[in-house]
């Protein structure tokens, strides 16, 4: 079976080759076409040609594969994905030209250098996002299209990795079940106007919709306004 599927990102139309035929596949991937494998029952591994893959046994269920097809499509062509959005912002996925406008605050770990350069950012794009569908994303003002601060998930950190640093547990955070960690940085200019918040509770609706599993927070202890707001969302968090 070989469909050719033609999907709209951004107002423009792209063809999407759907099959499973080795050859087709591969094919598409020389011409540079996107291409997703159509797999069937008891079969193991990816066809020839494919990065991506769907279970289709009949025509008519391909309405159901629309959000991921377009998703497909913006990965080939390196587009961001808007995850979300609220009344004030759109939650997208962090693209290499966001590296400049990401500033470096006094607060920042080491960690947060991936996203001071294109190179960098790049990487962790294409390494996060593509494997995991998750990951920190820019958060953007709608009125001028200005990012204000970055937020998103990640997998959760098990407690026995890091028990030395953990004080003032709350409880609900020892399940050894597969957890998301909520984290958010609102930059310095943006703050006091509630961004936080805005964009925590879509992203923590989000999670539910789509993983429905636990969602929870690390904290410094002397960072009152994060403790408070993780107490206004509801969210076990651990203070270390």
């Not at 960690?111 to 953007?140: C, H, M, S």
């Not at 200005?146 to 026995?160: D, K, M, N, R, S």
């Not at 805005?198 to 539910?208: F, H, T």
């Amino acid at each position: 079976m070989t469909i050719k599927q033609e999907i709209m990102v951004d107002g423009i139309v792209y063809p999407v080759i759907l099959s499973d035929e080795k050859e087709t596949l591969s094919a598409a991937k020389a011409a540079g076409r996107v291409s997703v494998a159509i797999l069937r029952e008891n079969q193991t591994g990816l066809l020839s040609g494919a990065e991506y893959a769907v279970e289709l046994s009949e025509e008519k269920e391909l309405e159901l594969l629309m959000p991921y097809l377009e998703r497909v499509v913006r990965r080939h062509l390196g587009l961001p994905w808007n995850i979300c959005e609220t009344k004030r912002l759109i939650i997208r996925e962090l693209t290499a030209e966001d590296a400049g406008q990401i500033p470096k605050e006094p607060e920042d770990t080491p960690a947060d250098a991936v996203f001071y350069t294109p190179e960098l950012l790049a990487a962790y794009i294409k390494n996060q996002y593509r494997f995991y569908e998750y990951g920190i994303w820019a958060v953007v003002q709608k009125s001028d299209g200005v990012i204000v601060g970055t937020a998103g998930l990640t997998q959760w950190e098990p407690e026995e990795v890091w028990p030395e640093r953990a004080e003032g547990r709350r409880e609900g955070t020892g399940a050894q079940d597969f957890s998301l960690e909520l984290g958010y940085h609102i930059f310095c200019p943006y703050r006091r106007r509630g961004y936080a918040e805005e964009a925590c509770r879509a992203i923590l609706s989000w999670a539910e919709e789509g993983y429905g599993c636990p969602v929870r927070a690390k904290v410094k202890p002397d960072n009152t306004g994060s403790v408070r707001l993780l107490e206004k969302l509801g969210i076990p968090y651990w203070k270390i």
